[in-house]
């Protein structure tokens, strides 16, 4: 056996690295040991295995998953800076999200009035839709947003169909850390086209809508899920009734805008529901995808 190989216990006070942290890597092909004894099992590191766990516990510092940090330390050269550069980016658009929905909080919580997110009302009419669906938890979503995004596209050009309207995403159950969905990436189209490869086709029955419109922040993406908030409550005041799943629409400009352009919207399908004093009804229903408001959120 080489002179420089260690244990999993000298690894462990090199890197200061739990032996059960290490075991962990290994056991996912992130930091296999150099040597495995077949007769007593003993985990055996050299030089290489010592470098990596010490970059290991670096990127676990900075809050990296496992996943992504096997991505990094596998890419070449000023990729993986790349990578390391997109995922912070990353985080702190999520940090940037998260104080804008404080904000949102703080105003429903104090009583202060929401009107972060003005509500608007339209008609959207029925729509053949192309759709991908996954149970995914928030962690998970825009990886999934992006490649549904691409496999509808994709199948689209593969049979020469058009999009009819932006995608859109239904979601048919919270996400978040604890909560999974599922949501469906839909691509309307007026052609036909037939299912394949996981991707379904469907109709989108006609319905209104309440919806807020989003614009670019300038530090990242528009927050969702206040925004999801501001809808539904909007509706509960007003009498109105859930007639669907909430919805993120995405609009061509998403991946190229500037800080206040507007990129997406979130909706809600609603009905009439029982009358009340004070209560609002909808107005004459009006044309597809126009306005009839906005309302205070």
Not at 8 to 34: F, H, M, N, Q, V
Not at 234 to 244: A, C, F, P
Not at 263 to 285: L, M, Q, T
Request: charged share 25%; with cysteine.
């Amino acid at each position: 056996m080489p002179n420089d190989m260690i244990t999993i216990g000298e690894l462990a006070a090199t890197t200061r690295l739990s032996p059960k942290a290490l075991r962990l890597y290994g056991d996912r092909g992130l930091l296999p040991p150099a040597r495995i004894d077949p007769r007593t099992g003993v985990r055996r590191y050299g030089p290489a295995q010592v470098e990596r766990a010490r970059r290991i516990a670096l990127l676990r510092a900075a809050g990296l998953p496992l996943a992504r940090i096997a991505a990094v330390l596998d890419a070449d050269g000023e990729d993986s800076g790349r990578l390391l550069t997109a995922y912070w980016r990353e985080q702190e658009a999520a940090h940037a999200a998260r104080r804008s929905a404080v904000a949102y909080a703080r105003e429903v919580l104090t009583g202060s009035g929401t009107h972060l997110y003005p509500i608007a009302q339209r008609d959207v009419p029925e729509q053949q839709v192309l759709f991908v669906r996954r149970h995914v938890t928030a962690a998970d979503l825009p990886g999934f947003l992006a490649e549904a995004s691409e496999l509808l596209l994709s199948h689209l050009r593969g049979t020469g169909a058009c999009l009819s309207g932006p995608l859109f995403a239904v979601h048919h159950g919270l996400v978040d850390e604890d909560s999974d969905g599922p949501v469906e990436v839909c691509a309307p189209t007026g052609n036909d086209v037939a299912p394949a490869g996981g991707v379904g086709m469907r109709r989108e029955p006609a319905h209104r809508e309440a919806y807020t419109a989003l614009t670019m922040r300038p530090e990242g993406h528009p927050p969702m899920a206040a925004a999801h908030d501001a809808v539904a409550a909007w509706l509960s005041r007003h009498g109105y009734v859930r007639d669907g799943s909430h919805r993120e629409v995405y609009y061509p400009n998403w991946a190229t805008a500037e800080p206040g352009d507007h990129v997406a919207d979130v909706a809600v399908p609603f009905r009439p529901g029982p009358a009340g004093p004070g209560e609002r009804r909808p107005g004459r229903r009006g044309r597809p995808h126009t306005r009839t408001g906005p309302e205070g959120g």
